[in-house]
């Protein structure tokens, strides 16, 4: 049976750095950025982070196909220890072909944990990716 493809397409998703976008339009995507690590004392007892806001940007590209009308994309963060953070709701407005939406975000996450971090995008209610960012955890100087 072949499966119907008409839109909208996934053109990117990712984490980076920063997003430029020239006066043309043309996007560029600065560090794109899977793994990140953090350092805290060596004296520190704890083996919890202590917390670290994370300024990083998700980048989200879509092509409409044969989609048009109004959407609705959800953004989801899944922390290490399997707690969801609340979700994000971004309308967006497909008028096919090859029209696209480009969806910058801030990523402004407070990061008290070591692990994977996943990123899960939907539209309209199906999961189309998940987008992965390890957090590593050094400690630097020496204990006592």
Do not use: H
Not at 115 to 140: K, N, V
């Amino acid at each position: 049976m072949a499966i119907e493809n008409t839109g909208p397409y996934l053109a990117a998703a990712l984490i980076c750095e920063k997003v430029l976008q020239e006066k043309d339009g043309t996007i560029s995507i600065i560090r794109m950025i899977d793994r990140v690590t953090l350092t805290a004392p060596a004296a520190l007892s704890s083996e919890t982070l202590p917390p670290v806001s994370l300024n990083l940007n998700a980048f989200i590209a879509f092509k409409a196909g044969s989609a048009k009308g109004r959407n609705t994309v959800k953004w989801r963060v899944e922390t290490p220890s399997g707690v969801v953070l609340p979700e994000q709701l971004l309308p967006v407005l497909f008028e096919g072909e090859d029209r696209g939406i480009n969806l910058t975000l801030a990523l402004n996450l407070l990061v008290d944990q070591e692990g994977l971090y996943w990123f899960d995008l939907f539209l309209e209610g199906q999961l189309l990716t998940r987008i992965p960012l390890r957090i590593f955890y050094q400690r630097i100087g020496q204990s006592s």
